[in-house]
């Protein structure tokens, strides 16, 4: 063979192998990147919306950091059309893995379809996708998050319980998260699913307060004020989390009431602020919802990366922290 010859058999061998390595399907083809190189990893993040946001952003880039993961994250002010933009950009540059945590149910199947083109695995983190085809498991390689519709139930148990009210009406009043969000539906299933067993309470009025202090603060005003023109007393709070109940802990203040006492008030996330809420005697009781995904995420991208394959679904454990042990356990709180 001539020299020549010889240089071009080995660029198609070259030519052949790099064709091969890049074709693998789903997962397996980022088997191809040379472990020394930093993996990519682009995160779109819904906002900073709650204590709970903010803690997650925090232990998603501390980790991103400790793992040697080149961390591209993007906050999406709680827009969609921000986090499509996003996963977009994220795509364009070729990121290693996608991960976001969807404002929204609905509404990605275009942008999802257009990763799965592209061959990017995408991460959903904290909070889960509904696409049209019915086929969302499709488009992701794991969901990690906590369990919303148990966290609903939770708190409807712990009420009930706490009550011990078999008969009186209880008249309950509900500050749902993010419209079309899943923790907003999954919540609101969760807890209806326990008053159905407890037909004396009642859900007289539920609106979104948007996961936010001021919405929360804003709506139980109206509440409050709608409640009292009715003739209405409103027995219990339940929000879907703890910054609205803190924002309505306010409103109820300046009602001239006492928050966790002439009003009940049961809430989700376990923040630190929510502790601090329950020592004042503000607050009954907080559901925890850990925000501490960081860790999971990355060992998850590396693992990916590497080409193995990884559980579908990884479910975060918690637990329900009643008033009387938030003392206790506020200096174990991590968020
Ligand atoms: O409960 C809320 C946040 O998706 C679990 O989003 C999360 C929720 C959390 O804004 O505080």
Redesign the pocket.
């Known amino acids: 063979m001539s020299k020549w010859k010889k240089i071009t058999v080995a660029l198609s061998i070259g030519v052949m192998m790099l064709t091969l390595a890049g074709c693998g399907g789903g997962a397996k083809q980022e088997t191809s990147k040379p472990v020394d190189k930093k993996i990519i990893l682009g995160f779109s993040q ?1 906002g900073a ?5 903010t803690a ?1 952003t925090e232990s998603i880039k501390a980790s991103a950091k400790t793992a040697g993961i080149e961390l591209k994250f993007s906050d999406a002010q709680q827009k969609q059309e921000n986090q499509i933009k996003a996963l977009r950009s994220f795509i364009q540059q070729k990121v290693d893995v996608i991960a976001f ?1 969807p404002v929204v149910e609905t509404g990605w199947d275009a942008v999802l379809q257009e990763a799965k083109d592209a061959k990017i695995p995408v991460i959903l983190t ?2 889960s996708v509904k696409m049209s085809n019915g086929k969302a498991d499709d488009y992701y390689v794991t969901f990690m ?2 369990d ?1 519709v148990e966290e609903g139930r939770r708190a409807g148990k712990w009420l009930v319980d706490f009550m011990k009210k078999d008969k009186d009406p209880v008249n309950v009043v509900e500050l749902q ?2 419209v079309g ?3 907003a539906i999954d919540r609101k299933a969760g807890f209806e699913e326990i008053l159905k067993q407890n037909t004396n309470y009642k859900i007289i009025k539920s609106q979104t307060g948007d ?1 936010t202090r001021a919405k929360g603060k804003e709506v139980m005003e109206s509440f409050l004020k709608s409640a009292k023109a009715e003739g209405q007393k409103i027995d219990v709070l339940y929000a ?4 609205m109940a803190i924002g309505a802990i306010q409103a109820i203040e300046e009602a001239g009431l006492k928050p966790g006492k002439d009003i009940i008030i049961v809430s ?2 376990g ?1 630190k602020g929510a502790f601090e809420a329950m020592i004042a005697g503000k607050l009954n009781a907080s559901i925890e ?1 850990s ?1 501490l995904l960081g860790d999971q995420l990355m060992s998850a991208v590396k693992d990916l990366v590497a080409g193995k394959t990884i559980e579908k679904r990884i479910v975060t454990k918690e637990s329900v922290f009643p008033a009387d042990v938030a003392a206790k356990e506020l200096p174990n709180r991590k968020y």
Do not use: Q
């Open positions: 819904i919306e709650s204590e709970w946001r997650n945590s904290d909070r998050g906590s919303f998260g993010t969000s899943a923790p996961f879907h989390n703890d910054d989700i996330d923040v919802c925000p």
